[in-house]
């Protein structure tokens, strides 16, 4: 085995000890304030606050209105299109086409409409993340201040930590107690 070899399987072995001492060892209170390092796990954070769980419901049913919505459109336009093609055999066949033609670009018209509706909605997650984010970031500098911390990092960066270090839930009170659902916050 090659030094570097062998170097790595004592880093690997040494962090399997550490991983499986901190599952189950609690470190000292005072763990955060050593490290210096807290972490947050921020998709947790917005999920499980009220903030994201009403903005979760909203979104929902923001989704199953649109749905909604086109099973009308379409039940409508369906109807007129079977209407229209009833007509073409008593129409004279320019008179026919003007109709058939206008009926396109309204269908046209409103798939486009639609599909700006769905984009709408795509795009309303990362921007109530956003200003999630922007509302409880004095609220996150609390926590991590009282804990002592200098920095606080995103848990799916973190290869190996102890529970102590991570603020998450801590967070999500501090906010729900102040904020609650957040709705009637500025953005």
């Given at each position: 085995m090659s030094g570097?070899?062998?170097l790595l399987a004592i880093l690997f072995a040494?962090?399997?000890t550490i991983g499986a001492a901190a599952q189950e060892v609690s470190p000292p209170a005072d763990a955060v304030r050593q490290s210096g390092i807290v972490?947050?796990?921020v998709e947790r954070l917005f999920s499980e606050s009220l903030w994201g769980k009403r903005f979760a419901a909203e979104l929902e049913e923001a989704s199953r209105a649109l749905q909604a919505e086109n099973r009308k459109i379409e039940a409508a336009l369906s109807a007129e299109e079977k209407d229209l093609t009833e007509k073409?055999?008593?129409l004279p066949t320019d008179e026919f086409r003007k109709l058939a033609e206008d009926f396109d670009k309204r269908v046209t018209g409103i798939r486009q409409a639609q599909a700006?509706?769905?984009r709408e909605i795509q795009a309303r997650p990362e921007e109530e993340r956003t200003r999630f984010l922007e509302a409880t970031r004095p609220i996150i500098g609390?926590?991590?201040t009282s804990r002592g911390a200098a920095a606080i990092v995103d848990i799916r960066a973190v290869f190996l930590s102890v529970r102590s270090?991570?603020?998450t839930d801590e967070v999500i009170a501090a906010i729900d107690a102040r904020l609650g659902d957040g709705e009637g916050i500025a953005p």
């Open positions: 570097r070899a062998a040494a962090a399997s972490t947050l796990d073409r055999a008593t700006d509706k769905v609390e926590v991590m270090v991570d603020v």
